[in-house]
């Protein structure tokens, strides 16, 4: 089964993670700055925890999926930058502590290092695919938010989710995706927003 069923699987569940309140209020401005500023500090270090997360996974990566988990983990290593850049532009300060939901998240990707390849591809395509549409429900966005809706709908990020899916397709090899993981990362997911919009 390919990857990508998941979400035809668990239709219900996906738009609770992609078409989440704090997206339609990103697009159409009503967003509470308050929640906006907590998402990026929080999603600053979600971002940290998932590049570890990734160079683990590339150090027991098969050779077919080592490129597209190389050039994503020099991408995340831009984008902590990038975060560092809007952060200061904001004003905000990125060591402020974890809340419960990134904690819980961080938590969740490193069991993933007990899961065997095949679910941990399926759980990075995962993550990265939910952002994509996501932001995608949020397009354009007002002129405040715009360039964080760019930032994960351009071309090139929908080709990097489109790598990650060939590869976790691959190493499945027409195997069953974890349908609880891919549940649990969903739900991790939507918890993320829920904490930005309970933060305001
Ligand atoms: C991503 C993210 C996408 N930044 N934050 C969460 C909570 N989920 C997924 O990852 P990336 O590496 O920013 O594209």
Known sequence: MPVAELLQRHAGAWRGATAHPFLAAVRDGSVPVAAFDTWLVQDARFVADLLRF?????ARAPRPAQAVLAAGAVSLVEELTWFEEQA???????AAPALPATE????????LDAADVGTAL???????RTY???????RP???????????????GFAGYVAGLEAAADAVLGGGVPDEPVFLELVAAETGFWDMAVGSA
């Open 54 to 58: 990734q160079a683990r996974l590339l």
């Open 88 to 94: 200061s532009v904001r004003g905000l300060d990125l």
């Open 104 to 111: 819980a998240y961080a938590a969740l990707l490193e069991r």
């Open 122 to 128: 399926t759980a990075l395509w995962t993550i990265e």
């Open 132 to 138: 994509l549409d996501a932001w995608s429900h949020a």
């Open 141 to 155: 966005g007002v002129p405040a938010y715009r360039e964080f809706v760019a930032h994960w709908t351009v071309p």
